[in-house]
């Protein structure tokens, strides 16, 4: 385990680099005019877009929703 309670096997299965920032290391790394915290995005090639909304983020209490969350939009983004 992991300081969240993520099982590491979690975030090894998937072929994706996670990067965790604060609000402050985002916007000196990236220039997103309308950001919102917490939030996920999805950087590639064309540049950063909206993974999980602020929203969603918000709604999640417990690390197997989250989870959920995350595997159903890889299968919405078709990643």
Do not use: R, W, Y
Not at 20 to 43: W, Y
Request: aromatic content about 12%; hydrophobic content about 40%.
């Amino acid at each position: 385990m992991n300081d969240l309670d993520v099982p590491v096997e979690f975030k090894k299965k998937d072929k994706f680099n996670f990067e965790f920032l604060h609000k402050d290391e985002f916007t000196q790394k990236h220039i997103v005019n309308d950001a919102k915290f917490p939030s996920a995005c999805l950087l590639d090639a064309s540049g950063l877009d909206l993974f999980i909304s602020q929203d969603e983020m918000n709604a999640v209490k417990f690390i197997d929703k989250l989870k959920n969350l995350v595997n159903q939009k890889i299968e919405k983004f078709g990643l």
